[in-house]
Every structure is written in structure tokens, then in C-alpha cells.
């Protein structure tokens, strides 16, 4: 018996592995500066507005990456610049673009006649049924994040953590929010096979979380989040092979499973070192 | 007519070469003006407290200053240059309580952040940075505690990695909003004596402060904002009571020869609150 060998035997299970874990990794970077700025809802309002474009592109016959980067990134800069308006809040502009954009995502599936189950697949995911070129595609554009990310990590980091000492001092703000905006959408259309929109959320901001619990400094946070963002998809992908469940619901179980482990584990230590430091001062108090 | 603030003592005058200069600014937000007919010099190696009620317009002075917020009208110079163009050699430092102090950062980051601008967008932090920030740590008293993480410092601590991060920009020009605000004076002292050797070297020095017996202890020269310039001139302005009565518009407090004002945290959110507040006080005075 060899559970962990014989899937390997099977060049879809690898092409599956090697897909997730580089959108785990490339998620979990993105995600960080993510968790750092409140920008979960911001994620999740970008998958769904997503779809429009995958449909529109399957009724070009257009590659889905190009409708879905079309579709993404310009929602992501829509609603960059309608909360720039300062007219109302962002969570505000997010709700009613998102909700627009997959709406009309959904009338456009509806004129299509016949059934179409590829397009199902990027709603829950299909990564066990990621071709060769789409493997391809998705490592050009996974490059093009990481070096991106790579390159500016400190003004990003500056920028989220003290938007105005940034400004103050010359770096372009304004731009590098817009930037974080056009890297989240571009990590979503990477991740639409895999996870597919509706999970897309778990991938980016589940194991950043999980890493905020753990990191004092974001070095650290970008590391553990990176190493969950590998480890869980495998992990994930195993254990849907081996019960034949869902394979993206299966990898942000697994992922939220750690999240919650590392949740618990953590309070109970905090706790615990409470009742220490509660114990040691009241045994100072009682030798005076 | 243009308030310039006086430094007798100081090697600057107002004919020398000028930090900050504005005319004739107004400035606002949204449709809602903050700051009018504003004109101001602000002179090379000045140590200039800006003073004021709340919501009087000290921190959008501040922001015009630092280039984040562009004037209705009117001109901004910094260093020279229209405000902003300059920014390089420009230090900001936020007030603390606009700091998220939960994020995972320690004190050595946050005072590399001040070499991020320079270095640009390639290139990584070098020797000559890494010297920069052990600098700034040691003549701010935290090189101890580099690798703490910020939210496990102390408030005095909080404010001088922010410090150590201005002085490891090695800026012209120090912008602080509220640096001295909250915390113990053994730290008020420490961080207002750095500033006050940065301004010997040359540098500028611009804080808002609604701490008064701070802004005369330990400023050089105030500028008084309260929706326009009130007043300016040397740190013993903030003593004169005619000059706080028209800065605080009548909400002061006499408690003998002492003057003081009465805390106008509210006074702009609930006007009624702090009227109550002071016809209170000044019968309790009376009785």
C-alpha cells in the first residue's frame, strides 16, 4: 500500500500539486498585506467579479485568464477610485460593484443554452483538471506577482503600515494601493481553478491570519503564511484523492483546520502565561 | 501681512532662508474649510510648536506642511520647493493614536522604514542604512530593544521608535503631530532635547501640541491656530492671556495669576458640553 506514491503516478495529480501549492504560496504573500490592511471583504468582492469575465471570455472562446484579469483588475481599480471619491465608505463601493459585477456574471451564464459544467468549475474549483498550458499560464503570472511583490515589499510594507509618514516622505501612495489592488486581482484569476471564486477568500487571508497569530514581525508573518500556503494545498489535495471529496473545499478545510489549531493552541498558551505572571506577582506580593 | 515666528535667541532670522513658507492658503476638507488666509514662515532651524484648540486646524497646518493635503488656494513652499517635491528630506511622525500598534513589526523595522524613501524601490537596505538605524536606535535610547515587537513597548517607547525612524530618514525638515501628547515628562524631555539638538544643526522642527506648559517649556517659538493665525512669535506667547483668549475664544480659566484652558477635547463634536463645563467651572471659581 502506498498512499502517498500512487497518486504520483498520475501526471493530473501532479500538475494538481504543482498548480496549488505556487497559488497557495503566491496567495499567502498577497494575502499578508491583505490581513495587514483589513482587506478580506476587499478579496472576496474580487473573486465573484471575476466571473463576468470567465464567461464572457468562454462566449469568445477568449482565454479565461484574459477575461478574468480584464474583469478583476478593472473592478479592483472601479472601486479604488470610487472610495477615493470620499463620497462613501469602501465597504460600501465594494458591496454594490461586486454585487453588480457577479450578477451580470450570472445573466451571462444564463443566455448560454446549453449546459456548461467548465464554468462550474470555476465557481467551487477543479484543480485536478488543470491542463498542461493552463499550468503555464499560471506560473507566468504567478512570476509576475512574486517579482512585483519581491521588488516593492518595502514600500508596500511602508505604505500599510503608516500610509501618511509614507506620503509625507515621498513614496507614491496613492499608486501603491492601487498596485495591492491589481496584485489581489491578478492572485485571484491565478487561484479561480483551483479553489475556484466562491473559496478564493480562504486561500488569500487563512493562512496569513493563522500567521498573524504567530508573528511578531512581518518577515515571520510572510514565512509561516508562505509555508501554509504550500503545505495546506498538498496536504488538501492528498486527502481529497484519498476520500474522493471536492478538491478546493478540501484544500480550505484543511487550511482552516490549521487556523483553527494554531487559534487554540495560542490562547491556551496566553492563557496560561497569565496565570503565570497572575501567580508570580501575587507570590512577590505575599514575600513583601 | 505675514506672521513670522521670532527667534530672538536663535541663528535664524526672518530674512534668513525659510523651511516652510505659505501665502495666502486656505484649506479644507471636503466642502468644509479648515484653515484660512493662512501666511506663514517657518525659518530654517526653527523649533516651532503649533498650538490650538482641537479641530482649529493644527493637524491640517501639519498635513499642508507635510504635502498630504493640497491647498484650495494659495501656495505651499517646503524647503524651497512647492510642498510635496521635497519629500525625500521631509520626516513625518503620525499621532500615536493613528498607529496600529497590534501590527507585526519591531522597533528595528519601523526606524528602517525611515530609509526606505531613499533607497527606492530596487534596491535592498545596506551597511550605511544599517548604521543609520543603529544611530538613530542608540541616540533614542531603544537599541536594547530592536528586536521587540512595537506593540510590547511602553507609550514613551512607542514615540521614540517613531522618532529614531525621522531621525534615521536623516531629514531637513521634522514634522510631528502630537509628539509630546500622553506621555511622562522624563520622556517629553528626552525626545523635545533631541529635537532640540536637531534644531542647532540646522534642521526644522514643526509639532503640534495641545499641551501649553509644554509648548512654552520646551518650544522655541508657537504659531496659535484656531481656524486662521492668531498669533506667533516667541514660546512666552502662550503665557500672555489676551493672545489665549483669542486662541481659545474665551473658554480659559483663571485660577489666580495662573491661566489655563479648560479641556476642549469636545468642544467642536458637542459645543453645549464644553459651554456647560466652563460657566461650571467659573462658578465653582467664584464661590
Request: charged content about 15%; hydrophobic content about 50%.
Amino acid at each position: 500500500m502506498n498512499l502517498i506514491f500512487d497518486p504520483l503516478a498520475y501526471p493530473f495529480f501532479v500538475r494538481a500539486l504543482a498548480a496549488s501549492a505556487i497559488v497557495g504560496l503566491v496567495c499567502a504573500t498577497v494575502g499578508s498585506y491583505m490581513v495587514l490592511r483589513g482587506l478580506a471583504f476587499m478579496g472576496d468582492a474580487l473573486s465573484h467579479s471575476a466571473f463576468p469575465g470567465v464567461v464572457a471570455a468562454y462566449l469568445l472562446k477568449a482565454p479565461f485568464y484574459l477575461g478574468a484579469s480584464i474583469a478583476a483588475v478593472g473592478t479592483a481599480l472601479a472601486i479604488g477610485w470610487v472610495t477615493r471619491q470620499g463620497k462613501l465608505r469602501g465597504d460600501t463601493a465594494i458591496g454594490v460593484l461586486f454585487a453588480g459585477m457577479f450578477a451580470l456574471g450570472v445573466f451571462l451564464f444564463s443566455l448560454i443554452p446549453n449546459y456548461v459544467g467548465d464554468l462550474f468549475g470555476f465557481l467551487f474549483g477543479e484543480v485536478l483538471g488543470i491542463g498542461m498550458s493552463d499550468l503555464v499560464s499560471l506560473c507566468i503570472l504567478a512570476a509576475v506577482v512574486l517579482v512585483t511583490v519581491g521588488l516593492l515589499w518595502k514600500e508596500l510594507l511602508y505604505a500599510t503600515f503608516d500610509p501618511l509618514g509614507a506620503a509625507a516622505s515621498g513614496l507614491p501612495v496613492g499608486k501603491l494601493d492601487y498596485l495591492l489592488l491589481a496584485l489581489i486581482a491578478l492572485t485571484i484569476v491565478i487561484s479561480l481553478q483551483s479553489v475556484g471564486i466562491i473559496l478564493v477568500v480562504a486561500m488569500l487571508v487563512t493562512p496569513a491570519a493563522t500567521a498573524q497569530l504567530v508573528s511578531n514581525s512581518f518577515g515571520r508573518l510572510v514565512a509561516v503564511a508562505g509555508a501554509i500556503g504550500v503545505v495546506c494545498p498538498i496536504i488538501g489535495l492528498y486527502i481529497s484523492y484519498w476520500v474522493n471529496s471536492a478538491s478546493g473545499a478540501t484544500i480550505v478545510l484543511v487550511e482552516t483546520a490549521v487556523f483553527t489549531a494554531v487559534l487554540v493552541v495560542t490562547s491556551l498558551v496566553g492563557r496560561y502565561r497569565h496565570a503565570e505572571a497572575g501567580a508570580r506577582a501575587a507570590q512577590a506580593g505575599s514575600a513583601r | 501681512m505675514t506672521a513670522t515666528p521670532e527667534m530672538a535667541a536663535g541663528p535664524q532670522t526672518a530674512d534668513g532662508p525659510m523651511a516652510v513658507r505659505l501665502v495666502d492658503v486656505d484649506a479644507g476638507y471636503g466642502d468644509r474649510i479648515a484653515l484660512e488666509d493662512m501666511d506663514l514662515e517657518i525659518p530654517v532651524g526653527a523649533l516651532v510648536a503649533i498650538v490650538g484648540p482641537n479641530g482649529g486646524g493644527k493637524s491640517t497646518l501639519l498635513k499642508l506642511i507635510a504635502g498630504l493635503l493640497r491647498p484650495w488656494s494659495g501656495t505651499v513652499e517646503v524647503l524651497g520647493a512647492p510642498a510635496g517635491r521635497e519629500s525625500r528630506r521631509v520626516a513625518y511622525v503620525p499621532q500615536a493614536e493613528l498607529v496600529d500598534w497590534s501590527f507585526p513589526v519591531n522597533v528595528w523595522n519601523v526606524a528602517m522604514m525611515g530609509r526606505y524613501p531613499r533607497l527606492g524601490p530596487l534596491h535592498q537596505p545596506g551597511k550605511r542604512d544599517h548604521e543609520a538605524v543603529e544611530a538613530a536606535l542608540e541616540r533614542v535610547g531603544l537599541s536594547d530593544r530592536a528586536h521587540s515587537p512595537i506593540g510590547a513597548l511602553s507609550g514613551g517607547q512607542r514615540r521614540r521608535a517613531f522618532l529614531a525612524r525621522a531621525l534615521a530618514a536623516e531629514a531637513d525638515l521634522y514634522l510631528l503631530d502630537e509628539p509630546v501628547t500622553g506621555v511622562d515628562v522624563p520622556t517629553q524631555e528626552a525626545i523635545m532635547d533631541l529635537l532640540g539638538a536637531e534644531a542647532d544643526r540646522g534642521k526644522s522642527v514643526v509639532a503640534t501640541t495641545h499641551d501649553l506648559a509644554a509648548a512654552a517649556r520646551h518650544f522655541r517659538s508657537i504659531v496659535a491656530v484656531n481656524r486662521c493665525i492668531v498669533a506667533s512669535g516667541s514660546a512666552d506667547l502662550v503665557t500672555n492671556a489676551e493672545v489665549l483668549a483669542r486662541v481659545y475664544g474665551g473658554h480659559l480659566l483663571m485660577l489666580g495669576d495662573r491661566l489655563g484652558v479648560l479641556d476642549d477635547s469636545h468642544h467642536h463634536d458637542d459645543p453645549s458640553g464644553s459651554e456647560r463645563h466652563f460657566h461650571e467651572g467659573q462658578r465653582g471659581g467664584r464661590s
